[in-house]
């Protein structure tokens, strides 16, 4: 497993005095339905954006908030990894960007019979996000809103 | 800095109506930000699903974390380790 003395000095130190933001209240849904039925949405927080898409702000003191809308019949070959962070290896995902934003194993596990459907889009966010405060007010509400409009049942996320 | 944000994000969509499970590649981090339901992983940073290219790998991480949504038993927050086969 993975752990935080993984990181190099500087980003340690950070992290040691870090306040991570705990979900003090933990909300919860219950699936209501057998995932065969269900739709389901991937957020990775890789940093994927598509090629015209305009990139993630590298500038914005605290992490970019902002979600791209990745189709969800998107060719993977074509999506750009544009994830700031230098604390881990980018290699892996460059290769495969299923690695983090698993969307050829989706329509495999619609092929199969293991999930319903997928929703016609997903969404991607840089996820090195240090101060999460207008996450948590603004976008990530603002997400949610989206796959609730898109009726989806269960999400997916994945960090890297 | 992904594993909270991702953990935020799925609190989000859980207030919405919407069932979730989350990757977490740092126990000691999930245990602090409490995602709704997270399944953490052995995998080094930047491998969140195993390896690249390898289908049968990644599928099988990914069924062990939708198999925590299809648990009604579980009492938020769920965080269950991944054990590889």
Redesign the interface.
């Known amino acids: ?4 003395n ?1 990181f190099a000095l500087p980003t340690r130190l950070f992290l040691k005095a870090y306040r ?4 003090e209240t ?6 209501r339905k ?2 065969a039925a269900c739709r389901i ?1 991937l ?1 990775s ?2 940093g994927f954006v598509l090629p015209a898409q305009i990139r993630f702000d590298d500038s914005i003191r605290g ?1 970019d908030c902002s979600f791209r809308e990745i189709p969800s019949d998107v060719n993977t070959a074509t999506l750009v990894e544009t994830h700031r ?1 230098e ?7 460059r ?2 960007p ?3 934003f ?1 969307i ?2 989706m329509h ?2 619609v092929r199969s019979g ?2 319903g459907c997928v929703n016609r889009r997903y969404l991607s ?1 840089m ?4 101060a ?1 405060g207008r ?2 007010r603004d976008t ?2 603002a ?3 989206l ?2 409009e898109d009726a ?9 | 800095m992904c594993n909270q944000a991702v953990s935020l994000i799925a609190a989000e969509l859980e207030r919405q109506g919407i069932s979730t499970v989350a990757i977490q590649l740092l126990r000691e981090v999930a245990e602090r930000v409490r995602p709704p339901r997270a399944l953490c992983v052995p995998f080094r940073h930047g491998y969140p699903l195993g390896s690249p290219n390898n289908a049968t790998e990644q599928h099988a991480v990914i069924d062990a974390a939708l198999r925590l949504i299809e648990d009604t038993n579980g009492t938020p927050p769920v965080l269950v380790d991944y054990v590889e086969h």
């Not at chain 1, 497993?1 to 935080?4: G, I, T, V, Y």
């Not at chain 1, 991570?20 to 979900?23: A, E, L, S």
């Not at chain 1, 996820?127 to 240090?130: A, E, K, L, Q, Y």
């Open positions: 497993m993975a752990s935080l993984d991570w933001r705990r979900i933990v909300p919860w849904t219950p699936t057998p995932l949405a957020i927080s890789a992490g962070s604390s881990f290896d980018h290699g892996g995902i290769q495969d299923n690695l983090a698993p050829d194993r495999e596990l293991r999930i966010f996820g090195s996000i240090t999460p996450l948590v990530a509400p997400a949610a809103r796959l609730v989806v049942d269960v999400a997916l996320l994945v960090p890297v």
